[in-house]
């Protein structure tokens, strides 16, 4: 059976993008708990600006909604990053496996870069080396395959690099992960600015659709989505109509059909807009109810984080002890 894990990270609100490009699969994928493990990935939450009060409030949320989603913690482990030293652990190992080089290659790490340092806030260490620790994430489980959305690519890729280097350096330690991505989907755009990505932690959320955004707010935020210039013909081109082809994502994604196709069925951008806040609204519906119900009882939340935490250790701490030895750390 391949193990599978992925995380998210208390940044912001959850949005839709998180949704349809990574928490759908975990969902589909959960099996046995020890197979599939699921991530508040808190830590990676410090290496941008943050409000401590709100990254807590934030990690209690993301679990409530991820077991609204439908993770069920007697079919997956659901845990919080921090409450595992053993990714701390390995991330040090990691750090003396990967270069300089490649960190300052990644994309997500320029990009947040620029911000940072726009902000006049000034570019946290931590940021450069971020997908190293998220490296540690996934290799200290053993993990096979990694469920996310198109953006995380890259540092699956480069997980596996590292976890091949070590390797081939000082022995067979880790099992070598893919990232595997949802077939529609996989870069949810922003519904104000079609070429750039949904993301949770972006400040104006006039073009992010919230989990938890009432159906009124759904509906307004789709209606007013930026489309594209030109003729209103509705047809799936995400170079030439990046706004309308993300529109047909959304809806192919809820609906399971196919974008191009889906096409074929509007002759305007007002009716295209109108099923995909319909299809929004009734993809939400079941997890908010659940989401209430869940956070009207927030130590079932802690009950299984905990449990899920304990778990976790359990199958990382061998993987990591067996790191420490083969890089040529003497035994405590
Ligand atoms: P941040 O802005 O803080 O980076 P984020 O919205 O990108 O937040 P992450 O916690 O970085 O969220 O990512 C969680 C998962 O959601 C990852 O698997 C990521 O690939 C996926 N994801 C994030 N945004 C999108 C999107 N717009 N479309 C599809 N998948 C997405
Ligand atoms: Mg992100």
């Known amino acids: 059976m391949t193990r599978i894990f992925s995380g998210i990270k208390p940044t912001g609100h959850m949005t839709l993008g998180n949704y349809l490009g990574a928490v759908r699969q975990w969902v589909a994928a959960e099996q046995e708990p020890d197979d599939a493990l699921f991530c508040v990935v808190d830590l990676h939450a410090l290496t941008v600006e943050h409000e401590p009060a709100r990254v807590r409030r934030l990690s209690r949320q993301a679990a409530t909604l991820l077991m609204a989603a439908g993770l069920e913690p007697q079919r997956c482990t659901l ?3 921090s409450h595992v030293d053993e990714h701390t652990r390995l991330a040090y190992l990691l750090e003396c496996t990967a270069t300089d080089g490649e960190l300052r290659r990644m994309i997500q790490y320029k990009e947040k870069a620029a911000k940072a340092q726009a902000s006049g806030e000034g570019v946290r260490l931590s940021l450069l080396t971020y997908p190293v ?66 993301g949770k932690s972006h400040a104006n959320g006039s073009g992010i659709v919230y989990l938890l955004d009432e159906p009124g707010v759904v509906r307004k935020k789709v209606m007013r989505a930026v489309t594209d210039s030109g003729d209103g ?46 299809a929004v609204v009734e993809l939400l519906r079941p997890l908010q109810e659940r989401h209430a119900e869940l956070a009207a009882d927030p130590a079932q939340v ?11 250790r359990e199958l990382a701490r061998p993987v990591v002890d067996r790191a420490y030895e083969a890089i040529g750390l003497l035994a405590p």
Do not use: W
């Not at 959304?250 to 295209?272: M, S």
């Open 79 to 81: 845990f919080v990053q």
């Open 133 to 198: 620790l998220m490296a540690a994430d996934i290799l200290a489980y053993g993990a096979g395959e990694v469920p996310v959305g198109e953006d995380q690519r890259q540092h699956v890729e480069l997980t596996r690099d590292l976890a091949v280097r070590f390797n081939q350096r000082y022995g067979h330690t880790f099992t070598i992960p893919k990232a595997t991505l949802p077939s529609v989907a996989a870069r949810v755009m922003d519904l104000q600015d079609p070429t750039s990505k949904m």
């Open 233 to 278: 013909a509705v047809v799936y081109d995400r170079e030439a109509r990046p706004g309308v082809a993300n529109l047909l994502d959304i809806l192919a994604a809820c609906t399971g059909g196919d974008p191009a196709a889906l096409a074929d069925g509007y002759d305007g951008y007002g009716a295209l807009k109108r099923d995909v806040a319909d």
């Open 302 to 312: 802690d009950k299984a984080l905990r449990e899920g935490a304990g778990r976790a």
